[in-house]
């Protein structure tokens, strides 16, 4: 749209910027561009004009926009980044754009998701307004014995695009949940597609949720979740900022899969699952019942080592694990 062509010229300028030069820019009429600033200043975008200085980005609201995004992007990047305001599913929408030939390290980004995806069938919460819910294409250039640590590296690009975005921190917890102060604030799901012929990989879908603004919780999962506003007292953060860090920081996954040892350095370094008393299920269960014990370690393949309270000493590759002090559980 070209108001997200506008947006971007004006959000790149450190002072004003004329309507000739971006009329001359984007192969428009001024009244053209006159139309979209009008656009953007009823969309919530507070610009300033001035007779021969042009327009003037006075204040940028947090909103998830194509042009906010791609000002923070370079042009040659932002092609294959597309912005809705609400889907079903990032993921799905992907993987429909996926069997229809769009390159590797396409993205979809939404405000808000009617039927967002968790792990294991669940749902995943994505209120408009508040969160990021964005998708990122891989087609990996590997098999199925390493395409299980995909979702591991992913978290440290998130955990990274947070720490470039807002210098903030943020942890891990075993497998790929992303904390801050030991509640959620991000989900990933990863859904690989299989070339029916040969049986090899085709695609992955890596689907990434981030609590950004939201105030509050409801009461069921309070304990668990938060936001990085909540964490930061309340604060306000352009959740434009972050999209643009989770590309970058996505892209640079993309260039080292599947062997920069990078990842594995840093998720050993951020996880807070090592040394904690843990209860395993439900891979490890005995009658439906998680078998307690202590992690001891990840391993190079991003498994987590246990030696649990029998005495014996196990590899985790999957599954769910409670961490005591984490999530209500004592």
Request: net charge negative; glycine share 10%; hydrophobic share 35%.
């Amino acid at each position: 749209m070209l108001k997200d062509d506008v947006l971007k010229l004006i959000s790149r300028e450190n002072g004003y910027i004329s309507g000739e030069a971006i009329s001359q820019k984007l192969n428009v009429s001024r009244t053209a561009v006159n139309t979209a600033v009008k656009a953007l200043r009823e969309d919530g975008y507070e610009i300033t004009s001035s007779t021969n200085k042009g327009y003037l980005l006075t204040n940028n609201p947090d909103i998830l926009s194509k042009g906010s995004i791609a000002a923070l992007l370079p042009d040659s990047r932002s092609g294959n980044v597309h912005v809705f305001e609400t889907v079903d599913s990032t993921n799905n929408v992907l993987k429909d754009m996926a069997s229809k030939g769009v390159p590797s390290g396409s993205v979809v980004i939404s405000d808000h998701q009617s039927g967002g995806k968790g792990r294991r069938g669940r749902s995943f919460s994505s209120p408009s307004g508040v969160g990021i819910y964005l998708s990122y294409l891989l087609k990996p250039d590997s098999g199925f014995d390493k395409i299980s640590d995909l979702t591991s590296w992913t978290a440290v690009a998130v955990a990274d695009a947070i720490k470039n975005a807002y210098g903030l921190d943020s942890q891990i917890k075993w497998v790929n949940d992303l904390l801050m102060n030991r509640k959620k604030i991000c989900g990933i799901l990863t859904e690989v597609t299989v070339e029916g012929e040969s049986g090899l990989i085709d695609t992955c879908i890596i689907g990434i949720g981030i609590n950004v603004n939201e105030s509050g919780f409801p009461e069921e999962i309070s304990q668990i979740a938060t936001s990085i506003s909540i964490e930061n007292g309340g604060k306000t953060f352009i959740r434009s900022t972050l999209a643009a860090e989770i590309i970058k920081s996505m892209d640079k996954l993309a260039s080292g899969w599947p062997d920069d040892s990078y990842y594995l350095n840093r998720y050993r370094e951020l996880n807070i699952t090592t040394g904690s008393r843990i209860t395993a299920f439900p891979q490890m269960a005995e009658n439906g019942q998680g078998r307690t014990g202590t992690a001891v370690e990840i391993n190079d393949d991003f498994s987590l080592k246990v030696r649990f309270d029998d005495g014996s000493v196990s590899d985790l590759r999957s599954g769910e694990v409670s961490v005591r002090g984490l999530y209500g559980y004592t």
